[in-house]
C-alpha cells in the first residue's frame, strides 16, 4: 500500500504522457527509432530527417530546389505574375510602288509599223507616197508646194464621206495617229530666217500634240540638193539647208519629238545629195524611194 502511494502519481503521469505521445505521432516516431536503432542504420539521437540530410552531404549530391507550384505560390499568398498582352500592331500599308517609265529605244521595225503613221510634207513626200512601199499602208496628207506656213489650212485631204476635200487641221480632228512624220522646208529655205522657220515649225508641231496627244512626231530633216543644184546660186542651197536643219535638229526632246537625218542614207561625201539619186536635183528618182523608206525602218522609236 504504502509502495502505490509512493509511485501512483509518477504511474499517472507516464500514463497521461503515454496517451498525449500517441495522440500526436510519437509512438510512430519512437517505434522507428528503436527499429533503426536496433538494426544499426542510424546513431542513436538522430531522426530520420537528420540521416536523409547527412547522406546528401556525405554523398556531395547537388539538387535543385523544390519547384514551387502555382498552388503552393498562391496559397503563400505571392502574387503570381501575369504576362502583359502585346498591344495589336497594326499591318503595315505597303508603300506604294511608282509605275516605271517606258524605256526609249531606236531600233529596226517592219513595214506594218507603219499602218498608224501619218506623213505630212511637200511634193518630195508626195513622190515617198507615190513610188514607195507605204502607199497603202500609211496615211499621206502631202501636196506640191506645202510649206510649215500653211500647212493647217491646206485642204488635200480626201475623206470618203466628204464631197471636197478638207483641211489638215480638219482631218487631224477626224483620224487619230500613233507616229507622224514631218519634211517641209525646200520650199521655206527663201522666207525668213533659220529661226523663224524653226520657231514657226515648233508651234505647227505643238498644235499637231493637241490634236494627237498620243502621237511621237518625227522630225525629218531636209533633204538637201546635189553639190550641182546647190552651186546654182539662188536661195536654194546646201549651206542654208543645213543652217535650217540645225535649228529643227533642236526641237526634238527625245521623248515624243525625234530628229531623223535623212541626209545620211542620200548624201554622198561632200554632203550633198548624191547625183545619181535624183533626176532634177532636187527630188529623188523613184527606184531610190527605198533608201528613205529603209532609214526609217532603222530609225523607229520603240517604248519598251
Not at 496615211?139 to 500653211?150: D, E, N
Not at 542654208?240 to 525625234?258: C, M, P, T, Y
Request: glycine share 8%; proline share 5%.
Amino acid at each position: 500500500m504504502k509502495w502505490w502511494k509512493k509511485w501512483s502519481f509518477v504511474m499517472i503521469l507516464a500514463i497521461t504522457g503515454i496517451i498525449y505521445y500517441g495522440a500526436t505521432g510519437g509512438i510512430q516516431k519512437l517505434s522507428g527509432w528503436l527499429n533503426a536503432y536496433i538494426v544499426g542504420d542510424m546513431n542513436p539521437g538522430e531522426d530520420s530527417e537528420t540521416q536523409q540530410e547527412s547522406s546528401v552531404l556525405e554523398g556531395n549530391e547537388q539538387t535543385d530546389p523544390p519547384e514551387e507550384s502555382e498552388d503552393s505560390a498562391f496559397s503563400a499568398g505571392v502574387p503570381i505574375p501575369t504576362a502583359t498582352p502585346e498591344p495589336e500592331s497594326l499591318p503595315e500599308e505597303p508603300e506604294p510602288t511608282a509605275t516605271p517609265e517606258p524605256q526609249i529605244r531606236i531600233g529596226r521595225v517592219e513595214d506594218d509599223y507603219f499602218g498608224d503613221a501619218l506623213f505630212l510634207g511637200d511634193s518630195r513626200t508626195v513622190g515617198l507616197h507615190k513610188y514607195g512601199a507605204w502607199g497603202e499602208t500609211a496615211t499621206f496628207y502631202a501636196s506640191t508646194g506645202m510649206t510649215i506656213y500653211k500647212l493647217f489650212n491646206a485642204e488635200i485631204v480626201e475623206m470618203p464621206d466628204q464631197p471636197e476635200p478638207i483641211s489638215v487641221e480638219e482631218a487631224l480632228q477626224h483620224q487619230s495617229f500613233r507616229k507622224i512624220y514631218i519634211m517641209m522646208g525646200i520650199n521655206e529655205v527663201g522666207q525668213g530666217t533659220a529661226e523663224s522657220f524653226a520657231q514657226t515649225y515648233g508651234e505647227a508641231i505643238a498644235h499637231i500634240q493637241e490634236l494627237q496627244p498620243d502621237a511621237i512626231i518625227y522630225i525629218q530633216s531636209i533633204l538637201k540638193v546635189t553639190t550641182t543644184r546647190s552651186n546654182k546660186g539662188d536661195y536654194i542651197n546646201n549651206e542654208a539647208i543645213q543652217g535650217r536643219n540645225d535649228a529643227l535638229s533642236q526641237l526634238a526632246d527625245g521623248e515624243k519629238v525625234f530628229y531623223l537625218d535623212i541626209n545620211e542614207a542620200l548624201c554622198d561625201e561632200d554632203g550633198a545629195l548624191a547625183g545619181d539619186y535624183t533626176f532634177d536635183g532636187v527630188h529623188l528618182k523613184a527606184k531610190y524611194i527605198s533608201l528613205w523608206e529603209e532609214y526609217l525602218r532603222n530609225n523607229a522609236v520603240l517604248l519598251d
